[in-house]
């Protein structure tokens, strides 16, 4: 007599899946081992952070992205962990269901692993993040060992790091050539052995960042890395399409919310002007 195969269960899938409390790493390391993929976004405000969550996205990103299209900053280097702190409480508070991961921004934990314990302490302890990120490979593994044995889970960053900007002269693409791709990979096998639960891999080769997914046990997630990682994630304002000027060759637009925006307030402008705003339904007597 044969069986049929059990079914997989959906209701633990991390987008589309019907638990309400609140994801946690251990639900991202069993995607992994369910070879279920999975979205991520930014965000940085309460409001935001919400409807995302209600969309049910699985994992949210206070990113360091934030200086460029939040805060007016030209790159993610001048972002402090005060600002990062603020908004990711925001963004917690916005939310029921999604991890939220703080970025620990620039200067935050490059003098080593207590600075690390001590930024990200605080993103844990007044944000409420359930997660923190930080940038680089090898370079970065003890700080990564410090947070995970303090019981602090660590998304990991490499390939394209946007705090080396000054150092990498631009936003080039990393990991194109043999001892380059041979670096990534030995970055992307750091920080796994160091406990990181998850690594973003941004900017690189899609066929480097296939062979990376496929080596580690832990999740990677691209951000112009492919169609083969396990997770994508995206800065929400690129995915709607409310930045301007010009959009990264990675990102696909869902939304042209920068028009929706603009359209809005000039028919509001008009009305104000025109003297059809407000009008009797929206005055109190």
């Known amino acids: 007599m ?3 195969a059990k079914a997989p269960d959906s209701s633990k899938a991390l987008y589309g ?3 309400s409390r609140r994801i946690t790493v251990r639900d991202i390391a069993a995607a992994k081992q369910r070879g279920e993929k999975w979205p991520m976004l930014t965000a940085y405000d309460a409001m935001t952070a919400s409807v995302f969550d209600e969309a049910g ?4 990103l206070v990113g360091d992205s934030m200086g460029n299209c939040h805060l007016g900053y030209e790159s993610t280097v001048p972002v402090t962990l005060d600002e990062i702190t603020m908004l990711s409480a925001a963004v917690v508070r916005g939310t029921k269901r999604a991890l939220v991961v703080g970025d620990l921004p620039f200067g935050t934990y490059q ?3 207590v600075q690390a314990l001590r930024s990200a302490t605080r993103l844990v302890k007044e944000a409420g993040v359930g997660a923190v990120k930080l940038e680089g490979g090898e370079r970065s593994a003890h700080q990564i060992e410090l947070l995970v044995e303090s019981g602090i ?3 990991a960053h490499i390939g394209l790091t946007p705090q080396s900007v000054n150092a990498f002269g631009g936003y080039p693409v990393q990991g194109r050539g043999e001892e380059a791709a041979a670096q990534l ?3 992307a096998k750091a920080v796994q052995a160091a406990g990181a639960f998850a690594v973003v891999l941004e900017v690189v080769p899609a066929e480097l960042a296939a062979e990376v997914t496929r080596v580690l046990h832990i999740p990677t997630v691209g951000i112009g890395a492919g169609a083969e990682c396990d997770a994508q994630v995206l800065v929400w304002t690129d995915m709607a399409g409310l930045n301007g000027g010009r959009v990264p060759r990675f990102v696909k637009q869902y939304a042209r919310l920068r028009e929706v925006l603009g359209d809005a307030a000039k028919e509001f402008a008009e009305d104000v002007v025109g003297g059809a705003y407000p009008a009797e339904e929206h005055a109190f007597h």
């Open 57 to 60: 996205i699985p994992v949210l």
């Open 111 to 113: 003098e080593g692993a």
């Open 17 to 19: 899946g019907t638990a």
């Open 153 to 155: 889970p660590v998304m």
């Open 2 to 4: 044969t069986h049929a």
């Open 185 to 187: 990979l030995r970055d």
